[in-house]
Every structure is written in C-alpha cells, then in structure tokens.
C-alpha cells in the first residue's frame, strides 16, 4: 500500500527566502506525482503535474522535482511571499488510486 | 482541465440531520470522487462515483452514511446522515483528467461543522 509522507509538517520563514518541501512515497510505480495548495478551510488548488516520466515541472517561481527510484519530489519556492502562506500536499497516483500526504503548513512572514 | 463548482461551501448543522453536498463539473467526466478531510489530517477518499452505477465505497465507508447519487456525466451529490460532532471536516469532490494526464482537479470544498 502507498504511503506518501512530506517533511516538515510546519515552515515558516521571512518574506524573500528561497524554500524547500519535501515528499516522499513507498511504491515507485506510480502515473504521476501532484502538488497542490490549500488555503485553510477550502479546496485544492493544482501547482504542478509531474508525470512518471519526467523530472521536472515549472510555473512562475515554482520548481518541482521528481525522482521516481528513490521515492521523493522536492517542491521549489524561489522568493517566498506572504502570499504562499497555505498547506502544501503532494500526492501521488498509481495504479490503484490517489494517497496524499498529510501536507506541509507555510508561514512566509512579512 | 475542468472547473467544479461545490456548494454549499460552508455549513454549520444539527446532529442528528443531514446535509447534502453538490458537485457540478463543467464537461462530461466518466469518474467523480468524494474525499473527506478532518481537522488537521490530510485527505481520505469516501467513494468513486460513476454514472449509472452504484457508487463503490472505500473501506470504513457506508452507503447508508454517506449515500452518493451520480445522475448524469456532469453532476454528483453526496450526503452526510445523521449527522454527529464526529462528521465535521471538509468534504471535496475531485475528478480525474483526461488519458494522458490523470490530473485531478478539486472543487472548492464544504466546510462542515456539526454542532
């Protein structure tokens, strides 16, 4: 059964760092991987679609990494805002459905 | 990808009620997904909703408790029973993207809070 964990569950850092989060999963044999944000209280919203055959994914000041045979993908924040302050999940979708993390929770403070 | 629209988006009910949560999708989509996510956990998935069939329940999941109606290629409801201070969470629907990607896509979601 896959198990998706992210590491750490809780960031907070001043406006303008650069960031990392991370997730890993048991099973390599997955379709693909997903990050999403959540905003407390909503929905998801997609980031990034990482296919099992890629590496990489760009949008804006995002950057998420894929590496399949060990298990782990790396979300990218370059110039944190206020604005990024949210829950960030990854989540991983392989033959038999979807398993989420359980997420990582960013403060980017002013 | 496609737009979901979820409503209500927040609801504060008795216990004992029930409530029922609706998903419109703005394209035919085969599959229709309900999670739930209680305070403080991630994301766990109550059912997989085709149309013209029966909804099939993950396990720890009920039919009677959480009775799923999928009436047509763009629109599904789940409802919450008799409800207790235990069902407050927040209840999405998802769907899949089309072959070839497998995105998914999330509405909004209902904040429920059972009083």
């Not at chain 1, 990392?20 to 099973?27: A, E, I, K």
């Not at chain 1, 099992?52 to 370059?78: C, F, H, M, V």
């Not at chain 2, 029973?81 to 509405?107: K, R």
């Amino acid at each position: 059964k896959q198990e998706v964990t992210q590491i750490p569950a809780a960031l907070s850092v001043p406006e303008g760092e650069n960031l990392v989060l991370n997730c890993s999963f048991t099973d390599s044999a997955i379709y693909n991987l997903q990050w999403f944000r959540q905003d407390p209280g909503k929905g998801l919203t997609s980031l990034l679609l990482i296919q099992s055959s890629q590496r990489e994914q760009t949008s804006g000041r995002l950057n998420a990494s894929l590496d399949k045979s060990s298990g782990r993908s790396t979300l990218y924040i370059a110039a944190s805002q206020p604005g990024d302050s949210a829950t960030y999940l990854c989540a991983v979708r392989d033959n038999n459905d979807m398993r989420f993390g359980a997420g990582t929770r960013l403060t980017v403070k002013p | 990808s496609a737009v979901i629209s979820q409503k209500p988006s927040r609801d504060i009910c008795q216990r004992g009620t029930s409530l029922t949560i609706q998903c419109q999708v703005d394209s035919q989509v085969t599959m229709m997904f309900w999670y739930r996510q209680q305070p403080g956990q991630s994301l766990t998935l109550i059912a997989t909703a085709n149309q013209g069939s029966e909804a099939t329940y993950e396990s720890g999941f009920v039919i009677d408790k959480f009775p799923i109606s999928r009436p047509n290629l763009t629109f599904s409801t789940l409802t919450v029973s008799n409800m207790s201070p235990e069902d407050s969470s927040i209840y999405l629907c998802s769907v899949e993207g089309e072959a070839g990607s497998y995105g998914y896509t999330f509405g909004s979601g209902t904040r429920l809070t059972v009083v």
